[in-house]
């Protein structure tokens, strides 16, 4: 039992900066019509800037904010000089164009940082707390709290604030948004800038976890289950089935593989099944699509001729 | 298929294969690597330029193919056999993963791709008995009709053999009924539905062809490298692949070998222009950077791909043909557009 909590506590955790960039692949969807595998570049990108930042003496809390300042420059950028002229492009061609930046973005830090895992100074304090048996560092706990809350707030700002208000005329309908006065590509660009440091954030995040290294850049991978579990037009959905996601990957870690290989062993010549919490998103990724391909949260679209 | 056209291609690829045979070793490692990545981006385009599938599995599908056509050789297998076994495997997983297409449209069905190779990923390294696991599996070259390949330039020479054939075969079945049929598809399935066309059949069909010559690419792959191993076949397999089409113009036939001899010989020019500035340890980062640049730059600046830039260059005002690469290429654009902000 204990275990069970102490690796549901860990799975919120991850879970919760699963949602922060799944939040950001669906707002740039919304906004864009565009399916961004540099989400988990922008992650990548985020947490070798907090990282130079850091090293450079600032605050931690400075350091963090600043970083995710520039990304939502990055972000920016992207959108202005990269997706702009590509417009009318094919789908295939800009998810490409999004592969190729998050290429060069990998490519561009094995250059400057080099390939080997680096460690992360430190952002919390030190320390755990160990409560009912489980036991919690710092790190988790502020992890998943300040990813969560950010969740919470961004979708409270979509939803309530006059920006937000903005940003979904924006993504619904931008031909009407813009007949009433909106200017729609700054609100796209917006959309970009926000998404990238939301990204940035959560990766710098889950560098505090796991250390920093150019993996990082895979979680724009596990993301896309997230993102399809839930709904690809729903932020409530990317919340959810980012939540979800990390505790079913976190079980599968600490329960289902040991029971599983326990099995094998006994009964069969194969003695591990490897990381099976990886494949586990895309597993649950085909049953949905094939289940109900609009996700838990998302709505059934009209087919246009 | 005019018999005009078949006797140059005949004639192009006699020349190809006594060239490859005179080459030095390192020019035939190239002309094979150009060969196979040709087949490999031609199943493709099938798919993607021509039937409006968008597919991010074909690194797992080559893996299949490897891994198929490598334990067939092993098993005694002439290569012939290995490499149409490795094709009849392949094309039944890649049926397998165009399943959920005929459920999901667009990007969906490109994200279930992604699934896919995951997936495959996975199993590559779990199946042990039959991929070695991790450390991949070793493959010796088999004999070829009982006729042993012995150096680099023979199997140069069978690769660029296997090239021209299924470059026959595709652009002939682009002439028959099903060809027109993927055409319609990917234009619109509703039209499809609508002029009486099995949309589901028509899919599976592309799905299972172009996974059979992925297959024998992949077969072609394993006895190149003498090894078939998980990480030599992940996303950023496929995403080198995707990358041909677009480089070369998607939906064209010439395309995908322009966008196959681009793609393999960018990395070699710049581990040459390295070498000569002694910059060795970048490189690894320098060939992913321009990679990336380039696949930027083609699709904002140059979206028909290499294999409509040359015509344009030089016969501006050249009657076109109809199926000419030019205009297949656009059309091919348009109709993935559509698709853009659909729901399933």
Known sequence: MTLALQLAVAGLATGSVYALIALGIVLI????????????????????????????????????????????????????????????????????????????????????????????????????????????????????????????????????????????????????????????????????????????????????????????????????????????????????????????????????????????????????????????????????????????????????? | MSTRRLLLALAVAAVLIALSLLLGRFGAYLVRAVAIAGIGALSLNLLIGYCGQISFAQGALLGVGAYVAGNLGNAGADGVLALLGAGAATAAIGALIGLPALRLRGLYFAIATLAAQAILEYLFKMLEPFTGGVSGLVIRQPAFFGLPVASDQVSAAVSVLVLLITWLALTRLTRTNLGRAFLVVRESEVVAKGMGLDVARTKAWAFAISGFVAGVAGGLIGFAARLASPEAFTLDLSADYIAMIIVGGLGSWAGPLVGAAFVVLLPEAIQRVGEAFDIANLLSALRELAFGLLIILFLIFEPRGLSSLLPRLRWTQRRQTPGAATGFGERAGAAVATKGGERP
Request: proline share 4%; with cysteine.
């Open chain 1, 29 to 305: 969807y919304k906004c864009s019509g565009v399916v961004n595998f540099a989400q988990g570049a922008y992650a990548m990108l985020g947490a070798y800037a907090s990282y130079v930042l850091l090293s450079a003496g600032l605050p931690a809390v400075l350091a963090v904010l600043a970083s995710m300042g520039v990304m939502a420059g990055v972000g920016a950028l992207t959108e202005r000089l990269v997706l702009r002229p590509m417009l009318k492009a094919p789908v295939v061609a800009v998810m490409m164009v999004t592969l190729g930046l998050l290429i060069c973005a990998r490519a561009a830090c094995l250059a400057v940082f080099g390939p080997d895992q680096i460690a992360f100074p430190p952002v919390f304090p030190e320390g755990a707390v160990s409560a009912g048996g489980i036991f919690v560092t710092y790190n988790y706990i502020a992890a998943g709290i300040l990813a969560a809350v950010l969740s919470l707030g961004f979708l409270l700002f979509y939803a309530r604030t006059p920006m937000g208000l903005m940003q979904r005329c924006a993504a619904d309908n931008s031909r009407a948004a813009l007949a009433i006065g909106i200017h729609v590509s700054n609100q796209v660009s917006a959309a970009w800038a926000m998404s990238a440091a939301l990204a940035g954030l959560a990766g710098t995040l889950l560098a505090t976890l796991n250390g920093l290294s150019l993996g990082l850049a895979d979680i724009g991978m596990v993301a896309f289950p997230v993102v399809v579990v839930g709904g690809l037009s729903s932020l409530e959905g990317a919340l959810v089935a980012g939540l979800v996601l990390g505790v079913l990957q976190s079980f599968t870690d600490g329960l289902l593989t040991p029971a599983l290989e326990d099995v094998l062993r006994a009964n069969t010549g194969i003695y591990s099944v490897g990381a099976l919490q990886q494949v586990l998103p895309y597993a649950l990724l085909v049953l949905m699509l094939l289940l109900r391909p609009q996700g838990l949260f998302g709505r059934r679209g009209a087919e246009r001729i």
